[in-house]
């Protein structure tokens, strides 16, 4: 069982930014596809972008061009860096990992961290 750990949330003003990181309790990034979600209040959760090994990253259209997801040094890290920050982006940021498009039947999902963007 492979755990992920979120963490970079917290209170921000309307155009700030923050840089969230998700870590792996092994080095499985270069064979994982892994995605970003969050789930604002009373909302339902969202994909926000994704990264499969070797391929560029894809955006939901609402933070294309103001959140980058890129890759620590080793495999075990990614990275959501977050621009141009507005209040409809807070919520529980999620970091998910799955090998299900190699034909791998693993997915796991963290605990979250909390982002709010204040106006």
């Known amino acids: 069982q492979v755990q992920l750990v979120e963490s970079g949330g917290g209170l921000v003003q309307t155009g700030g930014s923050l840089r969230l990181s998700c870590v792996a309790s092994?080095?499985?990034?270069?064979?994982?596809?892994v995605e970003w979600h969050r789930q604002g209040p009373g909302k339902q959760r969202e994909l926000v972008g994704s990264?499969?090994?070797?391929?560029?990253?894809t955006y939901a259209d609402s933070v294309v061009r103001r959140f980058t997801i890129t890759r620590g040094n080793a495999e075990d890290t990614m990275f959501l860096q977050m621009n141009n920050l507005k209040p409809e982006d807070s919520g529980v940021y999620y970091c998910?990992?799955?090998?299900?498009?190699?034909?791998?039947?693993?997915?796991?999902w963290g605990q979250g961290t909390q982002v709010t963007v204040s106006s």
């Open positions: 998910r990992a799955d090998n299900t498009i190699y034909g791998g039947t693993r997915t796991y």
């Open positions: 092994a080095s499985i990034f270069g064979v994982y596809r």
């Open positions: 990264i499969i090994p070797h391929g560029t990253p």
